[in-house]
């Protein structure tokens, strides 16, 4: 079974720092691609940032590139995500994800191809 946990969400003020941590059990974790997504009240599910565990393909949304970075402990399974500079706009429940690259490197946060969520952590940001 794979149950991706995350943690670290809260409330801070603008220009703070948050890190957002996603555990996922299993021992493949190797074969994983992990992204993050978040959803504010009203709007569509927004992909954030992913990473392929195995080979550390990256990829970075626009309107977070230059502010968040994701990156793993492989010797935790633990998936991060470095939250700085953060805006109002971030104000979001974000999620954990992930999903099994089944041998391809290719790892982009695209709702759709993701079967395993986490329940979600609140990240508030006051102006």
């Known amino acids: 079974q794979v149950q991706p946990v995350e943690s670290g969400g809260g409330s801070v003020q603008a220009g703070g720092s948050l890190r957002l941590s996603c555990v996922v059990s299993?021992?493949?974790?190797?074969?994983?691609?992990m992204a993050w997504f978040r959803q504010a009240p009203g709007k569509e599910r927004e992909g954030v940032a992913s990473r392929h565990t195995g080979t550390g393909n990256t990829y970075i949304s626009d309107s977070v590139k230059g502010r968040f970075t994701i990156s793993q402990d492989n010797r935790k399974n633990t998936m991060y995500l470095q939250m700085n500079s953060l805006k109002p706009e971030d104000t979001a429940m974000y999620y954990c994800?992930?999903?099994?690259?089944?041998?391809?490197?290719?790892?982009?946060?695209?709702?759709?191809?993701?079967?395993?969520w986490g329940q979600g952590t609140q990240v508030t940001v006051s102006s």
């Open positions: 299993g021992n493949t974790y190797s074969r994983y691609c």
């Open positions: 994800a992930a999903r099994f690259s089944f041998g391809s490197s290719r790892c982009r946060p695209i709702s759709t191809d993701f079967s395993y």
